[in-house]
């Protein structure tokens, strides 16, 4: 009886839907929808990290971009990025522009050994698919603007986007905080420097290298977590602990100075012009760029300033780097808004720091 009920009701669905089609149709276009946004919505629940480790398991093999003249959170985000793709099948070459002059810089480098490849030119990128790391525009070589990324990680202000991925976070204070929120997101267990990997029981691992490299990166871009350090930031390098290397990280916080970058340091002191509590001050030509933002680190820590910008010149490239203490000055957007009119000049960063760089006034006349 109750059989003969069911397939009465399905004939009368079964009329009903040959006489009146466009109800039928608008009622199975309804469910599509609803079943498309459902599915939306679930991918956008997905937590950011398991999104971009799907994202390079698509992909044989990625070039992970750094900044020029990267930085310790730069290359730590890098190595993080490369773990995670490594982990996923996904090949992952690591490169950068510039110099890595700056005496922490090179400690990070030589203490953590990493292997990272220099370019000058868009063809020598290992990758189409290109990871911008710790910014969101290529920069700094040439043929950099064609360049379309893949992905880009970061956390400073701008209009850079990947054609697959985008994670900007400007509330964050490092990049490294990031990566590290992604082996987060996947599970990931950091590996204690006296554990072999193996012994970890975790389907991705962050090695000791790496944890070290992304506490420091983390410790370098917040001041030790004093300056633009945010909730995110205490806990991602809360999170790293159990991995991190305690030798490695002193060496890499203790390195030697040379003698050009206390040279530079003492110029930008004595040859600085102070109006109120800002300070300027050109530290003249150098060899070594990164002595530059240890020089406005000096500055900005003298009795009286609040704000600070030195100015120094390199192979025919000026470079600027401001620090502020004041929340009057937005030091990024003050120096964006300094260079903007000059030709092939870049600059921008935080309220608490930023930087930028322009040609010479004899680059810009072609040298007349």
Known sequence: MQTAGYADAIARAERYAQQNPEIVAAAAAVVMVSLVAALALLRYRRPVGVQFKEALANREQVAVLMHPDPD???????????????????????????????????????????????????????????????????????????????????????????????????????????????????GGKPVPPDVHESEVDARFTLPSRESTGLLYGILADTRHLTTGAAAADFTAAASLAPGVDEDALDRIANPQVSGETLDVKARAIAG?????????????????????????????????????????????????????????????????????????????????????????????????
């Open 72 to 186: 310790p959170d730069a290359m730590a985000a890098a190595i993080g990025i490369a773990r995670l793709a490594e982990q996923v099948d996904c090949e992952a070459t690591i490169q950068f522009t510039g110099q890595i002059r700056h005496q922490e810089n090179r400690a990070f480098r030589n203490v953590l050994d990493l292997d990272l490849e220099e370019i000058d030119h868009v063809s020598e990128l290992a990758a189409e698919a290109v990871v911008l790391v710790d910014h969101n525009q290529p920069r700094g070589f040439e043929g950099a603007h064609g360049v379309l990324p893949f992905a880009v990680v970061d956390h400073h202000p701008g209009e850079g986007t990947g054609e697959e991925f985008t994670d900007v976070r400007t509330d964050y204070g490092a990049a490294a905080s990031i990566v590290a929120e992604y082996f987060e997101d996947v």
């Open 272 to 368: 600085r012009q102070v109006e109120g509590s800002f300070a300027v001050s050109d530290v003249g030509t150098l060899s070594n760029a990164d002595a530059i933002p240890q020089a406005a680190d000096e500055l900005i820590t003298l009795e009286g300033i609040t704000a600070v910008v030195v100015v120094g010149e390199r192979d025919g490239t000026v470079h600027l780097s401001g620090r502020s203490r004041d929340d009057r000055v937005h030091m990024g957007r003050a120096l964006e808004n300094a260079v903007e009119e000059i030709p092939n000049a870049s600059a921008g960063g935080h309220a608490r720091m930023g930087g930028g760089q322009f040609p010479a006034a004899e680059e810009l006349s072609g040298g007349r």
